[in-house]
């Protein structure tokens, strides 16, 4: 038996060994640039320890983010019809929505729960920016219909909150049409007297902020959201002016009276159990007169 060979080699070998190390362990803030532990980051709720840069969370992530833990149900949304302008761009839009439905293991760019907030009910609809932009479509429009028919039905408040680049181009009119429908879907809840909250988030722009985001009884943004119809760079062409310092910023739409709250993410949710306690003694109080 030789010591050397059978013994001190395998033993330097392991200490030596490259370890397998597990991938993203680490993130950078695209603000600051500064390395996040991962850990630190899901504790901090996706909000950069360094410099408060509020990163973009998906929709299942909102829902464990605002309801009491353990307290939510989804709910199944309609189906619709899958192409219904058969469109193609550089590639047919059944495969992008394949592809959306693989990356993100959701149907369609809208989540909706009903569950507890502060052990107060609520209906809850999360747009999920990563499945197409969080475009609206048929589907996106049948979620918040959905959503408010069950705010009314368990007479909850609704609270949607938003992120979205727009309509969504591949199903055209189709996708127009859902800004009315949205807009009824709104009227629905205010007219059972029900609060309707909407939290808009980075980014929410085209047709779906000129459609349900902007009918909220309370508007609460969080910090650094980008807000607006059009893009910057497009206005800065129309009007052929520069721009504002911030403009379509939560803070800059704050300070002009277009946003009620600009609310740090880890305390949003203490924020819309306040809201919702608020506007339901209120309720009361007029039901009681």
């Known amino acids: 038996m030789n010591w050397l060979t059978d013994y001190v080699r395998p033993k330097i070998r392991t200490l030596f060994a490259r370890r397998e ?6 993130h950078q803030c695209p603000a600051c640039e ?6 630190d980051l899901m504790t901090n709720l996706k909000v950069c320890p360094h410099c408060g840069h509020h990163m973009r969370v998906g929709a299942i992530e909102r829902l464990g983010y605002t309801f009491d833990e353990g307290s939510f149900t989804r709910i199944e949304l309609p189906k619709v019809i899958a192409d219904p302008l058969r469109f193609r ?18 149907d369609d760019a809208v989540v909706v729960a009903h569950g507890k907030i502060d052990g107060q009910p609520a209906v809850v609809a999360a747009m999920e920016f990563e499945f197409i932009g969080g475009s609206m479509g048929a589907a996106v429009g049948d979620g918040i219909l959905a959503a408010a028919q069950l705010a009314v039905l368990q007479d909850a408040p609704l609270i949607v909150f938003t ?10 009119a189709i996708s127009l049409m ?46 650094g959201a980008l807000i607006g119809f059009a893009g910057p760079r497009v206005i ?11 403009f379509q910023r939560a803070e800059y739409l704050h300070e002009h009276g277009i946003v ?3 609310v740090k993410r880890t305390e949003l949710k ?18 009681a007169a």
Do not use: C
């Open 163 to 172: 992120a979205s680049g727009g309509a969504r181009m591949q199903e055209g």
């Open 89 to 106: 761009d550089t590639k047919r839009y059944t495969d992008r929505l394949k592809e959306a439905r693989d990356k993100t293991h959701l």
């Open 21 to 26: 190390v597990p991938e993203n362990l680490w």
């Open 270 to 287: 203490a924020t819309l159990a306040r809201i919702i306690s608020l506007l339901r003694i209120k309720e009361v109080a007029a039901a």
């Open 236 to 246: 800065e062409q129309t009007v052929r002016e520069k721009l504002p310092e911030g």
């Open 260 to 262: 009620d709250l600009v």
């Open 34 to 39: 500064q390395m996040i532990f991962h850990r």
């Open 178 to 223: 859902q800004m009315p429908r949205t807009v009824i879907a709104t009227r629905l809840v205010k007219e059972a007297g029900l609060p309707y909250i909407v939290v808009l988030t980075d980014p929410t722009t085209g047709g779906v902020t000129a459609s349900f985001p902007m009918l909220g009884d309370i508007h609460i943004a969080e910090p």
